[in-house]
């Protein structure tokens, strides 16, 4: 369930509101939700308290009625609340914000199965791992050491992949996969029941943290770098990707685009046409727009992606994408 979002008056004006933001005030502090809420009924029904940001040390506190957060805010700002350790507060007013609104002007329509996409080689198969396996997924990588890139996270298994060369240095193996990744590994056969072709012997493994608002640029993985099949499973937060193919002639280039909508623990298989002529990206938001549906990207979003380092040039049939032909 999402948690209401709230924000400063507009203009910095202190006009009376039923929600108090309150700094020097959280768990990170100290002080548990349930206490916060127990010291500020002193001063009426408390409706909810809530963390303000990931801090941990600033809360909003809403009450059901503006005089009782009036009355809160007199008695408790700059002030030491007995009931709070002692601790001084700061506190303003604070406003919900209204719910958010998604720009329609540049959308696509966003399928809920790969199979409305009509692209050949893309699949998708829902809740692909439990809640409790994705649970200790994030357990078992969080107890790893992430690498930093501008705007996200990674980790890499098997083999690393080289961003600047968009590739992979065959002769530096980095170890078999990890172990915990069984659960993924021992399911990936279910695709062989979709398409014949899905390479599942597998080798590589790129662990992706995505924050709030982060997506991908549009790309094609390097054709010389991986097999034909390449999978990637979504957890904690859910996103669309957008895939799209270029159209005309090189002076006047349009591209048809596609949308789809990816769930958390489910599992996408790019092969084939889907994977080595139409290129794939997440847009760049922190709201989606799935069929008239607002959907709020969550603070975070994990990718397992999976491939198979190719040893040798790449044979396939779409040469004007394909590095190892060109």
Known sequence: MDLPKFRPPKGGHQE??????????????????????????????????????????????????????????????????????????????????????????????????????????????????????????????????????????????????????????TEQQLGALPSFVTCITEKVPLFKKLDEAADISLDQLTVNEYPRGVGLSPHIDTHSAFEGSI???????????????????????NFVRKALYLPPRSMLLLSGEGRYAWQHYIPHHKVDMVNNTIIERGPRRVSFTFRKVRKGPCPCDYPQFCDSQR
């Open 16 to 169: 009376l509101s039923c929600n108090l933001y309150v700094a020097n005030c959280g768990p990170a502090v100290g002080l548990t939700l349930d206490r916060i809420a127990s010291a500020f009924s002193s001063y009426g029904t408390v409706k909810g308290v809530y963390p303000a940001d990931e801090s941990g040390c600033r809360v909003i506190v809403s009450y059901y009625d503006e005089t009782c957060a009036q009355s809160a805010l007199k008695a408790l700002n700059r002030n030491p609340c007995h009931d709070l350790g002692g601790r001084s507060l700061h506190i303003r007013y604070s406003v919900e914000r209204p719910p958010c609104q998604v720009k329609s002007g540049d959308s696509v329509q966003v399928s809920l199965e790969a199979s409305e996409l009509n692209i050949p080689g893309i699949y998708l198969i829902h809740d692909f791992v439990s809640a409790q396996e994705e649970e200790q997924l994030i357990a078992a990588v969080d107890a790893r050491p992430w690498h930093s890139l501008a705007k996200r996270r990674v980790q890499h298994y098997g083999y690393e992949f080289c961003y600047h060369i968009r590739n992979v240095n």
């Open 231 to 253: 999978y990637s499973l979504s957890l904690l937060g859910s996103c669309i990707m957008e895939f799209r193919a270029s159209v005309g002639d090189e002076k006047d280039t």
